[in-house]
């Protein structure tokens, strides 16, 4: 999962003003965002695009264009209305960039006249824009003068005011036909930024009085959860460096729980050996954490003592292993990590393990990550129709790959941040009907995104405000 961060809204006619803070002026801002546009269109991840922005300008340009892929589809309808051809790429997007500013007043993070002065001066100020000022000048100015006419006009086209590209939109209608609406509405709200107490060196309710105490609005959800009224940089969040907490969305942190909850995790039962688990994909390290957090809290294992359960996080990528020794270095833990692929076991599981079978396997699998769109809102932009199908193969050639590496008895929990039935319930019952030996356990199933609670529990929902995941517990029938 991604780390939360600042609140993505930029203040209105505050910060990034024309005489906003650090001398930083809008239209730097809107330019910066334009480019940034043209990247994700290009392919580009929105993190991606955004290391490219200077970092003075960084904060305030990653709200202005997460707010822009919120409204993106809004704005090219807008745009279709405005310009009876497409504009070359980079006027498009500052055209775009602006509209999707400033199509709702009451949500618009600056006045409607000084985001149209300073786009048409970011557009005066690139060689690149400069012969499209005046065309971007009459496009804003009309839309201003007939902006009730022209919502009015793109109302009823899906992309426009579902904000989702059409075939996403038809596949949660059929995916999630009583819901599909549920989700795509909060899909385009923000995320809550939630954190992960651990458990190992502060308790919930002395992290929560010292919250109360900097008046930092925060309440308990799930286990071990908080959630924050107001997000905050991960830097200024208290207990952070010291390893008390962690971010980590609350649908996320069923993982641990579901997967270790009722195994034998107290290491003087099992002859002093303790569980071995893999954690597969494991990068950023945030479930492979909560794995160790909860076992010693489980186990009762005291400081010293022996680890109830002994962990390897698998990732492809040797970057995004330096990001799980990161983790787990904050938090004063331990786990083997191992650049590897997962889906070739023979090159790192008769090295690395002895060829030993493992009792609990977590595969939190590559996906579409159609259930943090709203933390994520590039995703929807740069996903196809065909990526599902495609990863569907990837996450049932994992399940196979991984299940030979289970011992009898033990669980596979397979979980994807997606709500696609492909690679949720689908998947699962496919599995299941090919492999005589798994036995599906109680499991939450599909976990559909939830918005508009900001703080606190979401009515008959423990898990509170969360992103869309999709969990099934597997256990292996004893030989």
């Not at 609406?181 to 060196?201: C, E, F, G, S, W």
Request: glycine share 8%; with cysteine.
């Amino acid at each position: 999962m991604t780390t939360s961060s600042p609140s993505e809204r930029a203040p209105r006619n505050g910060g990034a003003g024309p005489d906003g803070d650090h001398g930083i002026a809008l239209w730097q801002q809107l330019q910066a965002t334009a480019t940034a546009l043209v990247a994700i269109r290009g392919g580009q991840s929105a993190p991606s695009a955004l290391l490219a922005v200077a970092p003075p300008l960084r904060p305030g340009v990653r709200a202005l264009v997460f707010h822009v892929l919120r409204w993106l589809g809004r704005a090219e309808a807008l745009r279709r209305k405005l310009a009876s051809r497409t504009p070359a790429p980079l006027p498009d997007a500052l055209l775009c960039t602006a509209l999707a500013l400033a199509w709702r007043e009451d949500d618009a993070p600056y006045e409607p006249f000084t985001l149209v002065d300073q786009t048409v001066e970011a557009a005066k100020r690139n060689p690149a824009t400069r012969p499209q000022a005046s065309f971007i000048n009459a496009c804003l100015r009309r839309f201003l003068r007939e902006r009730d006419a022209l919502l009015a006009a793109v109302e009823h086209e899906p992309m426009a005011f579902w904000n989702h590209p059409r075939w996403w939109i038809e596949q949660l209608k059929r995916d999630h036909p009583r819901r599909w609406q549920d989700i795509l509405r909060a899909n385009n709200a923000q995320a809550p930024m939630t954190l992960r107490v651990n458990v190992q060196k502060a308790s919930r309710a002395r992290v929560l009085q010292a919250f109360d105490a900097m008046d930092i609005e925060a309440d308990p959800v799930g286990e071990v959860g908080v959630v924050l009224g107001r997000a905050l940089p991960v830097e200024q969040v208290p207990g952070f460096a010291d390893g008390e907490v962690s971010v980590q969305d609350a649908a996320a942190q069923l993982a641990a729980p579901l997967l270790l909850r009722g195994l034998e995790l107290d290491p003087r039962r099992r002859g002093g050996r303790p569980l071995r688990v893999l954690d597969a994909c494991a990068a950023p390290g945030g479930k492979t954490a909560h794995l160790l957090e909860y076992a010693a809290e489980a186990a009762g294992t005291a400081p010293g003592g022996p680890p109830p359960i002994e962990v390897l996080a698998l990732d492809i990528d040797p970057a995004r292993c330096e990001r799980i020794h990161q983790t787990l270095d904050r938090l004063g833990l331990s786990a083997r990590v191992l650049a590897a692929d997962a889906r070739t076991p023979r090159d790192w599981w008769p090295q690395h393990c002895g060829s030993q079978p493992f009792d609990a396997i977590l595969l939190d699998a590559p996906c579409t990550a159609s259930g943090i769109v709203r933390r994520q809102p590039d995703v929807r932009w740069l996903r196809r129709e065909s990526d599902i199908a495609q990863l569907a193969i990837i996450q049932a050639g994992l399940l196979t790959t991984l299940w030979a590496l289970l011992a009898p008895g033990g669980r596979l929990l397979y979980c994807t941040c997606s709500v696609f039935r492909a690679e949720g319930d689908l998947q699962i019952e496919t599995f299941v009907a090919h492999n005589t030996d798994a036995v599906l356990l109680p499991s939450p199933g599909h976990l559909l995104p939830t918005g508009g609670h900001a703080r606190g529990a979401v009515p008959d929902n423990p898990a509170g405000d969360h992103d869309g995941f999709f969990y099934a517990l597997l256990q292996k029938r004893p030989a």
